[in-house]
């Protein structure tokens, strides 16, 4: 009965690590931006909104063989598409929503809505940015008359694609007369009108906006207070829900008070149930409505690969354990020694490849890292050196250290050898 319950529970156990690896490679194909890509636009950004400042700092000197549109004087910057968007995320970011409704048409609104509301569009606006487009900077026009060749009127350019159900949603920016007749760029009408229906379908949610706007403001890695609380919140349930089947396959497998049962019970225990955790908060993660930036860096799965990492190395022990309880059943004391140091150096390997995933799921790939494998392959080497040392005495090889009487020893505890000369021996 007990060997038939340590099977049972050993076999549920690594199905268990089996799906969740699976579902951790589903979730790392999803498509969106990454981490690189956040950090590329960001970079993006910076540079455009410096050579906005050169270009409103600049004197207004034109040749008269090439004349160039003059970009119009503006305290709010709304001379050009690109500039009109940056200001209004730059100015919404910071909270003042009184400024960023300027950047708004308010003109010609349909009936229930009124210019008052203008604050409130900005607000519900810019959390439909911040959740359902990644504006590249790249792609706007810095010239006062804007994209000439996009399709649109010569009054309008479009910033981006928003989905609503089974529909697209273009985002478009118009060009509008001042109060004194000039020129600038401002969100359009027409996107003005549809922001009550964006929000509703990218909005907080009622529980988010009453959070939001009950909470102290700030943020940390694009995550404000309340979606942490939140994140934090769907974890602790996920741990209680797993905690409890975890420990009975733990409490079943110690039961067989051998070594090799107690580190399947602290695998379980330990890896499984965090991984198992995470995977559970990762898939309820919509119910916290992250940002772009936010998915941006959930992307890199950084815990769920430190977790897989660990539950691997672990579950790596565990197959060694059981080799080697059978070589010794059947006499093989000198092939049971060699797991050893073969184990550390498929785990070496382990980490490797975990370091590998991590890279790409933040959005570098791993061929351009192989690259660089010179002084990797170093570092692999030096920390696998006791072990491959230990296989090639037990392998029979002879080495001649300069130093035989006594071997230095490093302040890390490893012994520096190094091979002369091997000999080896084989029968006539």
Not at 77 to 102: C, W
Not at 415 to 425: A, G, N, P, V
Request: with cysteine; net charge positive.
């Amino acid at each position: 009965m007990k060997k038939t319950a340590f099977l049972v529970s050993w076999k549920l156990c690594v199905t268990l690590l089996v799906f969740g690896l699976c579902v951790s490679v589903n979730l790392c194909a999803a498509e969106g931006p990454t981490l690189k890509d956040l950090i590329e636009d960001t970079s993006a950004a910076e540079t455009a909104e410096g050579s906005l400042k050169e270009e409103s700092s600049a004197p207004a000197t034109v040749a008269p063989d090439s004349p160039q549109p003059v970009i119009p004087a503006d305290d709010m910057k709304r001379g050009t598409p690109r500039s009109t968007l940056l200001e209004f995320q730059k100015v919404a970011e910071k909270g003042d929503y009184e400024r960023a409704a300027e950047y708004l048409d308010l003109r010609y609104l349909p009936y229930g809505m009124t210019p008052e509301q203008g604050p409130e569009l900005a607000r519900q606006l810019k959390i439909v940015l911040d959740r359902a487009l990644w504006v590249d900077p790249e792609l706007l026009s810095t010239k006062p008359e804007g994209h000439s060749n996009d399709g649109l009127n010569s009054f309008l350019d479009s910033f981006g694609t928003v989905e609503i159900r089974d529909r697209k949603v273009k985002l478009l920016l118009q060009r509008v007369p001042r109060d004194d007749g000039v020129l600038i760029w401002k969100i359009s009408t027409v996107t003005v009108h549809q922001i009550p229906e964006l929000h509703q379908e990218y909005g907080y949610g009622r529980i988010g906006e009453y959070l939001s706007k009950m909470l102290p403001k700030g943020q940390f890695l694009s995550l404000q207070l309340w979606q942490w609380i939140m994140a934090l919140g769907i974890l602790a349930v996920a741990y209680c829900v797993v905690y409890i089947p975890t420990r009975i396959i733990a409490t079943l497998v110690r039961r067989r008070k051998t070594e090799l049962s107690v580190n399947i019970a602290r695998f379980v225990a330990g890896p499984l149930r965090f991984l198992i955790t995470f995977l559970i908060g990762l898939a309820n993660v919509e119910l916290i409505h992250p940002t772009m930036k936010a998915r941006a860096i959930m992307k890199g799965y950084t815990a769920i690969t430190i977790i897989g990492v660990w539950a691997c190395i672990i579950l790596v022990g565990i197959l060694r354990d059981v080799c080697v309880i059978k070589m010794k059943q059947k006499g093989s004391e000198t092939a049971a020694i060699l797991l050893r140091p073969i184990t550390r150096v498929v785990q070496i390997l382990v980490v490797v490849i975990g370091m590998m995933i991590w890279f790409e799921n933040l959005g570098f790939k791993a061929a351009t890292l192989l690259a660089g494998l010179g002084i990797g392959g170093l570092a692999v080497a030096l920390a696998a050196q006791k072990s491959i040392s230990q296989i090639v005495r037990k392998f029979g090889f002879i080495p001649k250290l300069r130093c035989p009487a006594k071997l230095p020893r490093t302040r890390f505890g490893i012994f520096s050898l190094k091979y002369e000369r091997c000999c080896i021996h084989t029968p006539l």
